[in-house]
């Protein structure tokens, strides 16, 4: 026989000899000496590492590194960069732990990459229902636990993944998401207990925040963020309405590591127009401070009550160590949809008002209540049934979910916010049906106007929560701002959010635009920075879509020169200094 | 207290018509075929409204829109396809004259139906609206305003949809609609979210 190799096997040898080299050039495949995530690398995460939704339990999103900073940011240059593959928003954090990157899409998708080289380990992409739709397709990030992943899917499963090779290793049915029921947000994990809460409010759902067993998937606890009868807070209902109030809990909680109490914000109460629930309707826009262990209701503070704006308060609120008016405060600060910027004291039993004022125009409140802290309604801009009411600012609020930061080094909270936009809507009474919209309005009756003659939208505000005062603030003439800030010890403030694309580094103490970069698509998700190998890195996911698309139409109806063409498209983008 | 013959009545019409609605709910939801995609010769029944349920004929279509909501049904087993959203249908009556040329052959009587599944990313498409782009009403998803116009096969005029709602053929008989063959194009979503 002869031996030698034919022409055509020789060159078949070659491709098969290219191909392994390729392969291996793409690192696929399981990582190798993976760090376990600890309950005390949770508590502590080294200065390196981004490993929960802000960072820290506290939920500042702050990162202790200073490579870059406000001398050298102006040479921040891409590193590498890694197409999702998906459209739509991509709102996640990348997640760090030690040199592994974890980064989640719309789509039902983690990636795992190598976080200094941008090489893929390995790609985990949920089979997700063909009649599912989604208002909102987007995930928010995974959650870490020693060596598995968890992500809380659009059809309303909790799925843990092998940190390591990217294989399902349980998979739990939540509720239902032919009933409207779905998740979007990044899960806490708090002591081997994966903590969710359900997305659903525009569709009648009664929102919950649940925890399940890290190792097997066990439904732990469960607590309705609206009470059952008999339940403390429940004749702020009436009738029925509670059933279906809404109060859905979609963002990540913080979690105050001292007094083993998570902080979770609720949604606002459904159908939308107040008259439709009479009453406070406990704990809609609401924090409720809740024991991880049992689920237990400690305490709650309501940031307004009876809401009728679609105002979520999901946002979980900042713990920060306050020195105001001569003492020191262990408090919880929160810009809110609904206008104001709150602070408030948490103490084991209680949660009490501290302060709060207007961060943006609005009309809706005449004031706040100094004794009880609530706000004080103006009737005129109260949507009701039967007639169209306007109100400002607009149902995405002063800020929406886009998450605010605080650096301790500055002492400022950095908060996303949007101005001069108001909206309005005629309030409907339209019968629920289970899966399908139900806002108490016409879909197409929602508006977003414009204030005539306004010369910027956007804001980048820097407050001192201490004093109240409002220290600088960048303005964006064309755009609004749809994304999350993150501070550095570098004294930088990164941002994406607006409509041109452009990702940037502003100076934490003046608001001086020091650097930007324009990127593939427009910026809603969450800036973070790591360090491998004494390097300093910021990532960031470019992909524009959702609530910050939705606006971006309606601004293309105001007349004022912004068109509605934000191209989609995912990237994740890895930025350092240049050597 | 004895019951008037008047309240005896009407309690035995609640339970009738309680029961009838068990029924309908049960064939809708797990009889055989209510999950397959609709076929030839299914009749289409009212999906929403006072109507629910019942066939549709040419004169409850409004000329010039809105659209009305149906579910296919296949007319030996009397089963709705309701077990699964991504048989809805959009049944709308439009002057043949506005319709372009591949479109009004496929018409009948100007009578067009369509997919009601937006196929950016699955949402139903509710609106009948005028157009953020034009002066035309046209089919609108709300959830991520993609505009579709019937006129010319249900092309996207506006938002992130990547394609055309699927078609379904119509055909007419004593006034009734009917399926005259299955979706051209794909139904649904390239991307659930």
Known sequence: ?579 | MEQSRRTLLLGALATTACLGCSTQSRAGEDAPGSDERPQKGDVLVFSEGDQEGKPITVADLPAGGPPVHAWPKDPKTSVVRSGSRLNEILIIRLDPADLDEKTRERAVDGILAYSAICTHAGCPVTAWVKSDVGDKDVFKCMCHNSEYDPRAGAQVVFGPAPRRLAALPLAIADGSLSVAGSFIGKVGGVQPG
């Open chain 1, 1 to 579: 026989m002869n031996t030698s190799m034919t022409r055509k096997q020789w060159y078949l040898s070659g491709f098969v000899a290219f191909t392994c080299l390729a392969a291996t050039a793409a690192m696929a495949g399981p990582i190798e000496n993976y760090s376990p995530v600890t309950a005390q690398r949770r508590e502590n995460p080294e200065p390196a590492n981004w490993m929960l939704y802000r960072r820290t339990y506290d939920g500042q999103g702050y990162s202790p590194l200073d490579q870059i900073n406000t001398s050298n940011v102006k040479n921040l240059t891409p590193v590498w960069t890694f197409a999702t593959g998906v459209v739509e928003g991509h709102e996640a954090p990348p997640i760090i732990n030690n040199g592994v990157m974890f980064v989640a899409t719309p789509m039902g998708q983690v990636i795992a990459l190598n976080a200094k080289t941008g090489d893929e380990y390995w790609r985990y992409k949920r089979q997700l229902p063909d009649d599912l739709f989604q208002l909102h397709p987007t995930s928010r990030g995974v959650g870490l636990w020693e060596d598995k992943l968890y992500l809380a899917t659009t059809d309303d499963h909790v799925v843990a993944l092998d940190a390591k090779t990217g294989k399902v290793v349980w998979d739990t049915k939540v509720q239902d998401y032919k009933k409207g029921q779905y998740m979007t947000l990044m899960p806490l994990v708090v002591d081997g207990k994966v903590i969710v809460g359900g997305s659903g409010g525009e569709f009648g759902v009664r929102g919950y925040v649940a925890a399940f067993d890290a190792k097997d998937g066990k439904e732990l606890w469960r607590t309705y963020t609206i009470p059952g009868e008999g339940e403390p807070g429940h004749d702020t209902w009436q009738g029925d309405d509670w059933k279906n109030g809404g109060g859905s809990a979609w963002m990540t909680g913080n979690y105050d590591k001292d007094t083993k109490t998570v902080y979770w914000g609720v949604g606002n109460a459904a159908p939308w127009p107040g008259e439709m629930h009479p009453g406070d309707n406990l704990y809609t826009s609401s924090v409720l401070a809740l024991d991880p262990n049992n689920g237990k209701i400690k305490t709650y503070h309501q940031y307004h009550q009876n809401d009728s704006w679609d105002w979520d308060e999901v946002e979980a609120p900042i713990l920060i160590d306050l020195q105001r008016d001569g003492r020191n405060i262990k408090s919880l600060v929160h810009p809110g949809r609904d206008a104001i910027f709150w602070v408030l004291e948490r103490t084991p039993t209680k949660i009490n008002y501290v302060a709060g004022w207007p961060f943006v125009s609005t009309d809706v409140w005449k004031g706040i209540d100094a004794e009880t802290g609530k706000p004080i309604v103006d009737p005129a801009h109260k949507p009701v049934v039967g007639k169209r009411v306007e109100f400002c600012p607009s149902l995405w609020g002063g800020k929406d979910w886009p998450s605010a930061a605080y650096s301790e080094r500055t002492k400022l909270v950095y908060v996303p916010a949007n101005e001069n936009f108001c909206g309005g809507f005629t309030g409907e009474k339209i019968p629920l049906k289970p899966g399908e919209l139900w806002l108490g309005t016409k879909p197409e009756d929602i508006g977003l106007k414009a204030k005539p003659g306004a010369d910027h939208f956007g804001e980048l505000q820097a407050w001192d929560p201490a004093t109240g005062k409002k220290v600088w603030q960048h303005n964006f003439p064309k755009s609004q701002l749809f994304g999350s800030v993150t501070a550095t010890a570098g004294d930088l403030v990164f941002a994406g959010g607006t409509n041109d694309r452009n990702f940037r580094a502003f100076n934490a103490k003046t608001g001086e635009l020091l650097w930007e970069q324009k990127t593939n698509s427009g910026i809603m998700g969450m800036p973070v920075s790591y360090e491998i190998d004494g390097t300093q890195y910021i990532a960031i996911q470019s992909g524009w879509g959702v609530d910050a698309q939705r606006i971006q139409d309606a601004l293309a109806t105001n007349n004022i020169g912004i068109e509605s063409n934000v191209p989609q498209g995912g990237v994740i983008w890895v930025f350092a200094l240049k050597k």
